[in-house]
């Protein structure tokens, strides 16, 4: 079961398809063992990278016993629904299936601090003891959320272990909540997102990991390992190498495309397919890719690290 | 089928609950032949004021079963989705159950002209030769339409039947479009929403009816049988006696705890319970709906009609 | 100095312009009497639908010092502004030239507790001395303010002595906000606007009267009137006889033409102008309000009551 | 005059308070001399960074004289406003002072393709004869451009000689544009913002340069002249030792804080002092943005390149 400990990188999973929009379960094991040879300490699948909203609720649970039956690392399920009755039923069947817990980003109409405050509060009683990650991420959901209405969550809501940390800007947060806790308040695991565009100064100030996807997923490992292990330079060496991607990846809309396409370039899904409505990248976004991907080798090289591919 | 020739008063039909959340099919028996006793020439299920987002796709396809089987009149069903897998499959669904047609939302997140005409046309790709609805509804959905993306829509797709018009302020809409079609543009039904706050000038526009719902929807087929018949002054009565309800039920978010407290106060459907999250009525607001309905069904007496129940 | 015990109708003022869209000073002292003839305890100028936004800076000025020294009532300013400079130096101009007050809406991009709270805290510093109303009026700004934020900011800023609520719906808000200063907090002003929409129920929740404007503007005081006799029975057929003009100018973006327009057929203004960029009305629009009009006078005389035109 | 063929960069201008707020005329020559000495084109005062909204009237047209004595660069002047009047009068007054051009960003109620049409040609009707640029930021305006909207803006306004590309993702956007121009459209100036994030990828695709901020001026120079005389490569490198910084400026909010921090501590501008409300850095902010620094400038003593402070 999640708990507040959780730390490292849980992998935002992408979602394979085949050309033609059905499922590619095959992508999916082999991915799943990619994410981990390359560092994951959990994964988290549906999420809204995961392209949750896309599919059936038959092929949701399906996506969700294939993985969970793959991965030897603790898998986190996306559940974020419009109403409380299918959320809820998505997240039983995913502990039923051996899921360590489940993540529910707020629905964009909420607004005020009592809103959100109640929104959570409800969400914790229709999942009874299923334990859930916050996930905080404004610029998806038009939701702005305080430190202290978190704080007030966590303190109302026992079953919420962690905060999926994607607000931009966001590191006077991390410092604001890890204040709170060493003051007294109870203290979750923030693990952080937006593709890692920020992840060495969020763990500076107190994140315990990444909860992100990127196309080239061992980097996050790569640097927190740096960083963990002490060398800071080093943890910046690393990052700095991988920046050009990350940046580039970052683009709305394009990003999960972008994804998608080193991931099938290195082999970790066969198909860079995403179902409609998707962005298709055009041949002028696949050679700056690829050429940011050339130079990214070349730096890693200097750095005395392999390609995965 | 649901075709362009649809007109009169389709209801936008609630979802019933017991007090302890799960559905109420015996409210929602009588509650069809309510509203079909009351006028409807047709009915639409699972709109956003029929709490569609806060069923589970099980529930969604059961109450579709059990109205289609209680109706006399056609049923358009709302399967607006954040993706097209769900919206196919409740779709597929309920025409094989029966249906007339369905109803389709855009995603909030659609801006300019080219987004918005991409999506309907994907829409009407995935659902094949089934009929929709277009539901033009900005203050719900942030979307804004122009008549001119309308017409592209319809002429690009054939199997978009109907216009649910509530755009807000939407009478010069219905006119440009009426407009077009009489210039040889296709002609497709427009009926009008927003609880019928602007039916008769929406019908002077050359709508061809209503598709909202109402506390006490005989409201819709009384306006426009009078309107219908040529007696644009008794009409005027009848809306003006219904008024003040209609516009204490515009509140946004409350609107349709309100709509529930007055169908049940009718014996229309047992309880006036909503799913989480849904608005309670305070006691004031009840003390002032009582006031209302009372001084309602005087001034309708005073035109020599009669309550349902 | 506007204080906490205003009372009764601010009739939000229209800005008169030339048909080539310069200011119409005449107009502008023709409409200051007509809204005191017509029940006017005091009048806001430069609100929303003043067009403050279309005026330049010196224009501005002009128009204040204008209608103040035609006004026998009190006046209070608009001066909500991107940044805090502007809005302090047009502030100090009007209460120089005779003010009794400012009001001031937040910025659009407020969203946490938190935010507007510290937004108002800084107006009241800014402002210094200065009493001003908050206006509260999320279908225009998009910000979302909690029972529990007036009250923060009452409680910090002694310079906030009114309320001007526009929320939607908002009745349970005036009920909160009266409970609390039943309770001990400090009571001020609350005036509502939403052109009157709900201005009895409003009434009857404790307001303590209208800031709005309406092209008949003497609705407002007739029905607060009644209200205030005891006579709801009374201020309710007054105001159901209003009811459909105040419909049909609760369209958002053409209200204001069609408030220009009832407002110059009863020779208040001279002319319907709005400047760019202004809905026009259409002929069908044209015909619809004469419609309306034709029916709410003769209402009206049944009630007793002359037009003043 | 400002015509299509400008280029290079021109530099988004931030506007120097000192510590209690008032406008600081000394730091604003240095500004100016530092920006030309590291490479501006042109310069453009009174944007979103410049907080022009932050600024009385007088103060506004007081910063445009200004800059204009002291720079021998073409100055543009952001003049976006909600009213046309406002716009016209700073227009004409910077006009008169010697400004090339005039910019303007659409107010963000614009949704539709025919009201963002209709809104600038508005915009070049008032603006008369004076070139303007068209300012496309849908982060900050939430105004969505298709490229066929800006084309028939084009087609439309032949005042409109420029485009301020930060729309994100926004590649595709340059090149649909581009092949546009190259068929027979009119071909206009596009320089991109967005701090530069994407530079090297926007000239890939056509652009002309950039018109953007950046606490270290002289990026978008070296990269634009690395690019120009075809050495791609350390065009890459160069702006790859930047990219920590332009990535740690992005943080919306955040950012300008951060910029006037390091033109501070270069000695651009005495004071990096925002006006309310603005946002202060942390101690940890600060401490981020040195060690950032320290390795930026060892980075591009690599390259050779040594810094102006």
């Known amino acids: 079961m999640l708990d507040k400990k959780a730390k490292g990188v849980f992998t ?3 979602t394979p398809f085949l050309p033609d929009g059905a499922l590619d379960f095959d992508s999916l094991d082999r991915m799943v063992d990619a994410y981990i040879e390359r560092g994951a300490t959990g994964l988290t699948i549906l999420g809204m990278m995961g392209e949750a909203g896309k599919l059936e609720a038959d092929e949701s649970i399906a996506v969700v016993r294939k993985v969970i039956s793959r991965s030897r ?6 559940v974020s629904s419009p109403g409380f009755a299918a959320m809820t039923a998505l997240a039983k069947q995913s502990m039923d299936a051996g899921a360590a817990g489940v993540m529910v980003a707020p629905p964009g109409n909420l607004r005020t601090d009592a809103q959100i405050i109640a929104y959570f509060q409800n969400t914790a009683e229709f999942l009874g003891d299923i334990p859930f990650v916050l996930q905080d991420f404004p610029l998806a959901t038009s939701v702005q959320i305080s430190p202290s209405v978190i704080l007030k969550i966590v303190e109302d809501c026992p079953t919420c272990v962690m905060l999926k940390h994607e607000d931009w800007p966001g590191l006077e947060k991390i410092t604001a909540l890890r204040r709170a806790s060493d003051a007294g308040s109870r203290r979750i695991s923030i693990l952080c997102g937006n593709g890692g565009m920020y992840l060495l100064e969020e763990m500076l100030r107190g994140a315990d990991g990444a909860m992100t996807g990127f196309g080239y997923p061992e980097m996050m490992a790569r640097v927190i390992d740096a960083f963990t292990a002490g060398d800071l330079n080093r943890a910046r060496d690393i990052f700095d190498a991988y920046m050009p991607m990350v940046r580039y990846e970052a683009q709305p809309g394009l990003g999960l495309a972008i994804r998608k396409y080193t991931l099938a370039k290195q082999g970790v899904i066969a198909h860079p397919t995403l179902r409609k409505p998707g962005a298709a990248l055009s041949a002028e976004s696949i050679s700056e890719i690829d ?13 005395g690290l392999k390609p995965f591919s």
């Open 12 to 14: 935002i999973a992408a």
């Open 73 to 78: 690392v603790p898998v986190v399920v996306g």
């Open 291 to 303: 050429a940011i991907a050339a130079r990214q080798e070349r730096r890693l090289e200097d750095l």
